[in-house]
């Protein structure tokens, strides 16, 4: 579904999978549940996410288009399963790629936002 003036009409947040129990730069990670994939990795847009790492941690974050060149990641303090705590964060994203019915995320360096 094509980005609106408002944002997307798509349902409120969306589940992304990371492979690592942290995000780092190098880092990838799957969106999934976008109607229309491929419209969102040439042209993304602002929205909200529930980050699942390798350890069944959840945690919200959300994806902001903002004025630098690249959209931003911001992650919410959680506790890994091991229980050591990572503070909230914010990220650049360096890449999106579609991948069949998912948009897979390439995390770069940190935005000091």
Request: proline share 7%; aromatic share 8%.
């Amino acid at each position: 579904m094509p980005q609106s003036s408002t944002g997307s009409t798509e349902a409120d947040t969306f589940l992304v999978v990371c492979g690592h129990t942290h995000l780092f730069p190098g880092a990838r990670c799957r969106l999934q549940g976008l109607s229309d994939p491929q419209a969102f990795a040439a042209d993304p847009w602002p929205i909200d996410l529930d980050l699942c790492f390798s350890d069944d941690v959840v945690t919200e974050a959300e994806l902001r288009i903002e004025d630098t060149a690249r959209p931003v990641h911001t992650v919410s303090a959680c506790t890994t399963g091991a229980g050591a705590p990572v503070d909230g964060r914010s990220w650049l994203i360096r890449e999106f790629v579609r991948t069949g019915d998912e948009v897979e995320l390439t995390i770069g360096s940190p935005a000091w936002t």
